[in-house]
């Protein structure tokens, strides 16, 4: 009798496909994760941060899922439809060979969005497949129960707070908590599968073959036009442009939001507890992905955020964390309440699975900078900020000019107490400094003798305290010696030059400490205790901000081959997680959006630095 193949930390390897096997479809109100396998493992509805339908990634048994795949033995291989979001599996088998084409419709005049319609068709092009689709549907995170109505070609799925149906061109079958179909293509045959959202104004409806081919060339037709509109032409295009989409299946259209990442608690390392939900928007990751967008000509996604921003952020001085909250819903709600799913197992065993996120509730003054440059950068290359922005932006800077010199928990969200970060002071001068330059370029009114004074008080603190002369390095906050990667940001955000010996000297410092084949640790935990157990993997937006560093430094060389390395850690579709383990295996929340923009940035700046 075969053994069950166990991974390291004996945990069953078949029951879970790796983070990296997914590719990301989507509505921009919602999204699925698709196995290599086939499987739809992972699908929140109606909304990102919504309670799951199919969460198998979290749970085998549990979670639920939407199979789909031969029912011989098949190699598979996924690709997306080029310049689009609809993905395709593909089953190579003795027989023949099939595939799956997965998409969510969006495209003019697309009422499928209402419904956050997935559609599945198969289609066998060599040979003849059997092919078995099973959907298993697990309401609210697998805790609430639903019935099975079964009707020919239609099944509908109703739980007490959602319903779904689903509708195929082929026979289906139910128990009492699943459908399924059982069929075999030859060369040329198809068979369509699509699970709507359904309700007392939105009832089951058909989704016939001629319907699936105009939706797919529809929803092919709005992927394209979007992306036509990029301005980047270097040499990385597949790779930015794949990045690119990411973003945007990871916007929430009605509000302009922006996610973090789609997808909650898949382990940063298995066997420890950073397992975090990342449905939500942080302000920090969502300014950074309006620089991103932006500098490839996408003004119409910065302009959703900053209305995103305008309607949804106030200046009164009102919570913990001063006017800005580090992260909002993505309807702009600000209670975001963390608790454990105790009845899911977690990723490959990993516990917990959180929802909601107690880090809402820290003190980040970096995100202060993070905002305030994506308003400023948004004022330069797109359009003016109006005078109501302009009396929300003055508010903000002198927030943060009266409260600039406070200890917080910083940008790594630390739980183990607050700290003077250099980081979180680095971004309060960039919130100052931003906001100098666009009063004095519009002759905008400004309190500049407070700010002028203020900005100058804050370059002055981070030399002379930022600065360890036993480590010749810049370090991660005051009275410590720890590095960290985050003063990665210091030449990029232009504090400063990036040929200053002190900058070189702490550049080279990094190097030596925390980065590993192109690949940079945040920090090290064991030498800067954050309040969580277990390690963790190298950082992917970190590994960017060292190739931009090494590019400002000169070092293009360098640069490069730390960025062409980067770009093998990516999975088969082009997609990262937050993090890489020292095997170079995704982990983290995933696609997370921190990453990509930080690869779009890398890519644009060291293309100009090639010529």
């Not at 979290?58 to 310049?83: H, I, M, N």
């Not at 040329?188 to 073959?209: K, N, W």
């Not at 690119?244 to 996610?259: D, F, Q, R, S």
Request: proline residues 5%; charged residues 25%; contains cysteine.
């Amino acid at each position: 009798m075969a053994e069950t193949p166990v991974d390291q930390y004996g945990q069953d390897a078949s029951r879970y496909l790796p983070i990296a096997e997914h590719g990301l479809i989507g509505d921009m109100r919602t999204v699925a994760l698709v196995g290599s396998n086939g499987t739809i493992d992972w699908y929140c509805c109606p909304a990102f941060d919504a309670p799951s339908v199919f969460a198998s990634v979290l749970d085998a048994d549990r979670g639920g899922c939407f199979e789909l795949s031969a029912t011989v033995p098949a190699r598979t291989k996924q690709f997306y439809f080029p310049d689009t979001n609809v993905l395709i599996t593909r089953f190579f088998t003795e027989d023949g060979v099939g595939e799956v084409q997965d998409f969510m419709p969006v495209g003019a005049g697309s009422v499928e969005t209402e419904r956050h319609r997935l559609i599945r068709r198969v289609l066998c092009v060599r040979g003849a497949i059997p092919f078995r689709a099973r959907v298993a549907p697990r309401f609210r995170y697998g805790t609430q129960p639903h019935t099975v109505r079964v009707l020919g070609d239609i099944a509908v799925f109703e739980s007490a707070d959602l319903s779904l149906a689903l509708t195929a061109t082929v026979a289906l079958e139910g128990d009492a908590l699943d459908a399924w179909a059982d069929f075999k293509l030859s060369e040329g045959e198809s068979a369509v599968f699509a699970l709507d959202q359904v309700g007392e104004d939105l009832g089951p409806r058909t989704c016939a073959h001629r319907e699936a081919e105009e939706q797919f060339g529809t929803t092919v037709a709005f992927w394209r036009k979007w992306l036509s509109a990029s301005r980047y032409r270097g040499r990385w295009r597949e790779m930015v442009h794949r990045s690119a989409l990411t973003l945007k299946l990871l916007t929430y259209a009605p509000t302009g939001a922006i996610v973090a990442a789609p997808t909650t608690s898949l382990p940063e390392r298995l066997g420890g507890e950073r397992n975090w939900d990342y449905r939500y928007v942080w302000v920090r990751d969502a300014a950074f992905c309006v620089y991103a967008l932006l500098r490839l000509g996408f003004t119409g996604e910065a302009e959703a955020f900053m209305q995103f921003v305008t309607r949804h952020i106030t200046s009164g001085d009102g919570g913990p964390s001063g006017p800005l909250q580090i992260m909002y819903g993505i309807d702009g709600r600000t209670d975001l309440p963390e608790h454990e799913l105790d009845h899911l197992e977690g990723h490959r065993g990993a516990a917990p699975v959180r929802i909601g996120n107690a880090a809402a509730e820290q003190l980040q003054l970096d995100i202060y900078g993070a905002l305030i440059d994506s308003i400023y950068l948004y004022d330069k290359w797109a359009q003016p900020v109006s005078s109501d922005q302009w009396d929300q932006v003055c508010a903000l800077v002198d927030w943060v000019c009266a409260h600039w010199d406070q200890p917080d928990e910083g940008v790594w969200e630390t739980r183990g107490g607050r700290k003077n970060f250099l980081y979180s002071r680095l971004m309060c001068w960039v919130a100052i400094e931003r906001a100098i330059r666009m009063a004095r370029r519009r002759g905008l009114p400004a309190d500049l003798v407070r700010w002028l004074d203020c900005r100058d008080t804050v370059y002055r603190r981070i030399m002379q305290r930022g600065w360890s002369a036993e480590r010749q390095a810049f370090v991660q906050h005051e009275q410590g010696d720890v590095l960290d990667a985050s003063v990665l940001m210091m030449p990029l955000a232009k504090f400063i030059a990036p040929t200053d010996p002190k900058w070189l000297s702490t550049l080279d410092a990094l190097g030596q400490e925390l980065v590993s084949d192109s690949l940079v640790y945040r920090y090290d935990p064991r030498s800067s205790p954050d309040g969580v157990r277990g390690d963790e993997g190298t950082f992917s937006i970190c590994s960017f901000w060292y190739v931009e560093a090494l590019v400002r430094a000169g070092r293009l060389d360098e640069a490069r081959l730390a960025f062409e390395k980067m770009l093998t850690y990516a999975n088969h579709l082009g997609l990262y997680a937050e993090e890489i383990s020292p095997t170079g295996e995704q982990q983290g929340n995933f696609p997370q959006a921190f990453t990509h923009l930080g690869l779009i940035s890398a890519a644009f700046n060291l293309d100009r630095a090639l010529g």
